[in-house]
C-alpha cells in the first residue's frame, strides 16, 4: 500500500490471488513479437470473468497490481513497454526491464529528495 493512496493501492485479496493463474495463461500467449495492451487485456479477463460466472471486474489500476505482485514473487517475468505487456525469459529484455523500473524508481526518489528541502 502507498502512503496518501491507500484507496487506490490496497493488496491483493485472496479472490484476486486466486485469479492469478488464470492471468497467467493470459499472459503466455504473449511475447515479445505479439505484446498485448491494457484495454485488450482488462476486455479479454472481464469476458472470461463473466463467462465463468467470476463476481470481478479486473481495471486498469488492479492489472497494474497483478503485475507488480507477479514480479515482486517472480512468479512470471511479465515485461511492460509502450508496445503493451509480453512474457520473455530473454535475460537481455529482463535486464533491459529491471534498468526500466530502476529509472523510474530513481525519479521518484529525486523528487523526494527534491521535496524534503523544504521541511529541513
Known amino acids: 500500500m502507498v502512503e496518501n493512496f491507500e484507496h487506490i493501492t490496497p493488496e491483493l485479496t485472496s479472490q484476486e ?19 498485448i495492451k491494457e484495454p485488450e487485456i482488462l476486455k479479454l479477463s472481464n469476458k472470461y470473468f463473466q463467462e465463468k460466472q467470476i463476481p470481478y471486474n479486473l ?5 497494474r497490481k497483478f503485475v507488480s505482485y507477479m514480479r515482486s514473487n517472480g512468479i512470471i517475468p511479465i515485461i511492460a513497454t509502450s508496445k503493451g ?17 530502476q529509472n523510474r524508481a530513481n ?7 527534491g521535496l524534503n528541502r523544504f521541511i529541513t
Open 85 to 101: 505487456y509480453f512474457v520473455s525469459n530473454n535475460e537481455d529484455v529482463i535486464e533491459s526491464q529491471i534498468r526500466s523500473l
Open 17 to 35: 490471488v486466486s485469479l492469478i493463474p488464470v492471468l497467467i495463461s493470459g499472459f503466455k500467449k504473449h511475447g515479445q513479437e505479439n505484446p
Open 59 to 63: 481495471t486498469a489500476r488492479k492489472l
Open 107 to 113: 525519479g521518484i526518489m529525486s523528487a523526494a529528495i
